[in-house]
């Protein structure tokens, strides 16, 4: 469960990275030829018109494992569907990564500076909330380049299956959220996935420290 001590340093990394997440999503899909995410309002970085209740709750309570609302797509608008859905699914996990290392550059400047206000270290807070914001958008990324339907790394790993896999691979959406559901209980989702979100957050905080 989360520490209420860090509800306040954890809320505002959270946000961004799910509405980071699905703008990316949207505005890539715009760029490709689909007005869809335009017309849904979904072109915007207000982080109320992305949010998915259970799926932000959820990242609260992990810190590594949430989803917002999907942002409407229609790939009959693509001159070629399904390279350019790939591409769409891939914008929003990449998106993470690039905030990952932005928390990351920040992370260590606050960690190296020493700011103080009647005795208060500025730069504790702070830091404390590029550690979160490093830790939330790898876990994010991480989570959704899973492939299983309807995560985004099902919409990237079928572009590459035999043209006569692909619907077959993606009707397992119906069952994909138990699927994670059942991983989750389980124990085996956090055994996968904990591991990779540690070693590159480690990495990444290591990587912006040279700079």
Known sequence: MIDPK????????LLLALTVHEF??????YLLGDPTPKLANRLT??????LDFFGTLTLFITQAIGWAKPVPINPNYFKN??????????????SNIFLAILFG????????????????????????MCYLGVKIN??????NLLPIPPLDGSKIIVKFL???????????EIFGFFIIIF????????????????FFSDFILYFTNIF
């Open 105 to 128: 550059l920040f992370y260590n400047l606050f960690s190296n500076l020493n700011l103080n206000l009647q005795n208060f270290a500025i730069s504790e807070p702070l830091s404390l």
């Open 81 to 94: 569907p399904w390279r350019d859905m790939a591409l769409v699914s891939v914008a929003g996990p990449l």
């Open 183 to 198: 991983l989750a209980i389980t124990g085996i989702l956090s055994k996968i996935i904990y591991p990779i979100i540690s």
């Open 24 to 29: 990316s999503h949207g505005f890539i899909a």
């Open 162 to 172: 035999p043209l006569p896999l692909r619907i077959s691979y993606l009707r397992l």
């Open 45 to 50: 970085l207000n982080p109320i018109k992305h």
């Open 138 to 143: 790898i876990g994010l990324g991480i989570f």
């Open 6 to 13: 860090i509800f306040l340093f954890l809320t505002p990394p």
